[in-house]
């Protein structure tokens, strides 16, 4: 199937600029089959300032960032880039309802990890508004979709397990690690209902994968081990002292009967004082097993021509652009929340 077209470049607004807003915001500028109209700004010390500035564009583009959310749904846009790393309901809710069409990267794979009522108001506001509302990344999302791909060459499939493995050391959210465990007591009895809740997005993609299989799940559980640092780590953006949370192994599993048919986790360190119970793979391990069985490892890696330190600036584009991507494809859909078992595969374009 062709990527959706459309006769005229789509007129988009980007919602946030920060790790990942910022390379989506980047990527809507390149792309000649979209529009930037609008930028909305978290923080006010980007209110005002231009879109080039915010992302690294070469050029002014004359789109300044606001946080005035009623000047932005007045544009009317196409489409709105939504990247904050949680969803603010009221202001999906107003954006949907405009019908205004959401991809975004928010901690979103089917919104089944909301209250129910929050839920409820997004599929009613995609109603009202005609709109449709699609979460992806890089995991959960591309590596769902490598999982179901794979999952097409087996006579039968016993169980995916789908496990980011990687040193978290240079992303730079100390809210987020936090809510994963990082710098927490390892024996708080709290905490791993704490990552549950946190990384239930993670739970969300399994149950879309089994879906996406004929599969009905009976039950969802969650697991974690939690590696202690051997020693004090101060990263800046979060300090993790001795003795404090430094790894995190987990996997949210979705259960057909007694079998465990899909695994969705991460394998996450942070900082050199650790040794995580599974060596890390420095990529997405996605293993199929059945008949026969599949293992592959996807590793983003920096282009020749790349001039930043670390592998998350790489990595922030590769969870964005899976949402970014899929623009064209949510503005052709009909309303509703769409699912990565929805929709063709989300290609990226050359220009």
Request: with cysteine.
């Amino acid at each position: 199937m062709t990527p959706p077209r459309s006769d005229r470049p789509l007129r988009v607004v980007q919602w946030t600029t920060g790790n990942i807003g910022s390379r989506s915001l980047h990527a809507i500028l390149a792309r000649p089959d979209l529009e930037l109209v609008g930028v909305y700004a978290h923080g006010q010390d980007k209110v005002g300032k231009d879109a080039a500035e915010l992302c690294g564009w070469p050029a002014p583009t004359g789109i300044l960032a606001t946080d005035d959310i009623e000047e932005l749904i007045a544009l009317r846009p196409d489409a709105c880039a939504y990247n904050p790393i949680w969803p603010d309901i009221d202001h999906l809710e107003s954006v949907l309802r405009a019908g205004i069409n959401v991809v975004t990267t928010c901690t979103w794979i089917n919104g089944r990890r909301q209250d129910p009522a929050d839920l409820e108001r997004i599929e009613k506001a995609c109603v009202d508004g005609g709109s449709t509302i699609y979460g992806s990344g890089a995991h959960p999302g591309i590596t769902n979709l490598v999982g179901i791909v794979l999952s097409g060459g087996c006579e039968r499939v016993d169980e995916i397990r789908i496990t980011e493995s990687v040193d978290c050391s240079s992303y730079e959210s100390g809210g987020t690690m936090a809510d994963m465990g990082f710098g927490q007591d390892p024996g708080s009895p709290a905490l791993a209902e704490h990552v549950r809740r946190a990384s239930e997005v993670f739970a969300e993609s399994a149950a879309v994968m089994a879906d996406a299989m004929g599969a009905e799940l009976d039950r969802l559980t969650f697991d974690v081990e939690f590696t202690p640092a051997t020693a004090d780590c101060d990263l800046g953006f979060i300090q993790i002292p001795e003795g404090s949370v430094a790894g995190v192994y987990g996997y949210h599993r979705g259960w057909v009967g007694d079998r465990n048919l899909i695994s969705v986790g991460f394998n996450w360190t942070m900082g050199p004082h650790v040794v995580p119970p599974k060596p890390l793979a420095h990529g997405h391990v996605v293993q199929v097993f059945g008949r026969p069985n599949f293992r592959t490892v996807l590793q983003c890696l920096p282009p020749k021509d790349w001039d930043e330190e670390g592998f998350m600036g790489p990595g922030m584009i590769y969870t964005a652009m899976p949402a970014t991507n899929a623009i064209p494809y949510a503005v052709a859909a009909g309303p509703g929340i769409l699912t990565l078992a929805d929709i063709p595969p989300v290609t990226g374009r050359h220009f």
